[in-house]
């Protein structure tokens, strides 16, 4: 298996920021904005010291960053997760989702959101097992909404 997922230190703010970036910059050119503190390292560091945030390896080349929230014991938040684009069409993110989800074995109850016109998105999530549960608009005057996925075990 290529992917090998692992916790980011302090160290990796910088390029786990730039990666993000990387990946997300589709979504800034579609959508006007990155997703909520991407494009700020400060984010990026307080994530790293307070949630669990990995840090993504295709063989030996840091490829992304995924960033899970536990919620209690048994539901956990995707609340990040980003391959950059160089490293995409290597079913590294197949293997990353079963490879954290296997880190988090009492989990039950897996989220997250993706945008609605992420349609890439879509067929990924689902073809992990992921259903649409949901939408809304974090703004409520912007056409922009996010869909909600979940997972059961």
């Not at 991407?38 to 669990?52: A, F, G, Y």
């Not at 993110?93 to 880190?103: P, Y």
């Not at 993706?114 to 998105?121: A, D, F, G, I, L």
């Not at 996010?146 to 059961?152: A, V």
């Amino acid at each position: 298996m290529v992917a090998k997922p692992e916790l980011a230190s302090v160290a990796d703010a910088v390029v786990l920021k730039a990666l993000s970036m990387e990946a997300f910059t589709p979504d800034f050119e579609q959508y006007g904005g990155f997703p909520p503190g991407v494009d700020d390292i400060d984010w990026h560091l307080n994530q790293i010291k307070t949630e669990h945030y990995y840090k993504i390896f295709y063989n030996d080349e840091l490829a992304g960053g995924i960033l899970t929230v536990p919620i209690n014991g048994v539901e956990t938040e995707i609340k990040l997760f980003y391959i950059a684009g160089e490293f995409q069409d290597k079913q590294l993110g197949s293997q990353t989702i079963a490879l954290i989800e296997q880190c988090y074995s009492a989990t039950k109850k897996w989220s997250l959101v993706t945008p609605y016109k992420s349609y890439r998105n879509h067929h990924f999530y689902e073809k992990q097992g992921y259903l649409k549960v949901g939408e809304f608009q974090p703004e409520p005057d912007d056409v922009f909404r996010l869909f909600q996925y979940e997972k059961q075990k």
